[in-house]
C-alpha cells in the first residue's frame, strides 16, 4: 500500500532528523515532511476507492448468493408441481421437497452468513488500517506543531 510506504518513509525522515542535547525533540526539513505528506494525501482516494471496490464485491457476492438460493428454490418448486400425479408420489414429493427447501435455505443462509463474514472482515481490516494512518499521521502533525 502507497499510503503506508510514505509514513514509513516519513517515519524515516523523522528519526533521520537531528536531536536537541538532552531533549527527544528532533530537527527535520519542514518541505520534506509537507512534501511527503502531500503525497499521502494524494494516495489516499486510492485506498478509499479500494475500500468501495471491496464494499462493491461485497454487495455482488451477496446479490450472486441471492441469485443462487432463488434458482435452487425455483428448480425444487418446479420439482414438486411434476411430482403431483398421484396422491402416493405427492406425499414423496412434499417431504422432498421440504427437504430440498430446508437444504437450500440453510446453504443459502451459510453461503450469505460466509460472505457478509469475508466482507466485514475486509473491511474491518481496512478500518484498522486507515485508524492506524490517522493515528500516524496524528502523531506526526503533533510533532510537526511541537518544533519551533
Known amino acids: 500500500m502507497r499510503v503506508l510506504d510514505l509514513l514509513a518513509e516519513l517515519e524515516e525522515?523523522?528519526?533521520k532528523g537531528n536531536t536537541l542535547p538532552f531533549s527527544s525533540k528532533a530537527f527535520v526539513n519542514p518541505e520534506e515532511v509537507i512534501e511527503i505528506i502531500d503525497e499521502i494525501r494524494d494516495s489516499l482516494p486510492e485506498e478509499l476507492a479500494e475500500a468501495k471496490k471491496i464494499v462493491a464485491e461485497r454487495k455482488k457476492i451477496i446479490f450472486s448468493a441471492?441469485?443462487?438460493a432463488d434458482h435452487i428454490k425455483a428448480e425444487a418448486e418446479?420439482?414438486?408441481?411434476?411430482?403431483?400425479d398421484t396422491h402416493e408420489i405427492t406425499k414423496t414429493a412434499t417431504?422432498?421437497?421440504n427437504e430440498i427447501m430446508k437444504?437450500?435455505?440453510a446453504s443459502a443462509k451459510a453461503l450469505k452468513t460466509g460472505t457478509q463474514n469475508y466482507a466485514d472482515k475486509l473491511l474491518?481490516?481496512?478500518q484498522i488500517q486507515l485508524k492506524e494512518l490517522n493515528e500516524q499521521i496524528e502523531q506526526n502533525r503533533r510533532e510537526l506543531k511541537n518544533i519551533k
Do not use: P
Not at 418446479?78 to 403431483?84: F, G, Q, V
Open 95 to 97: 417431504a422432498n421437497a
Open 78 to 84: 418446479k420439482r414438486l408441481r411434476e411430482l403431483i
Open 13 to 15: 525522515v523523522v528519526e
Open 66 to 68: 441471492q441469485s443462487e
Open 103 to 105: 437444504n437450500t435455505n
Open 124 to 126: 474491518y481490516n481496512f
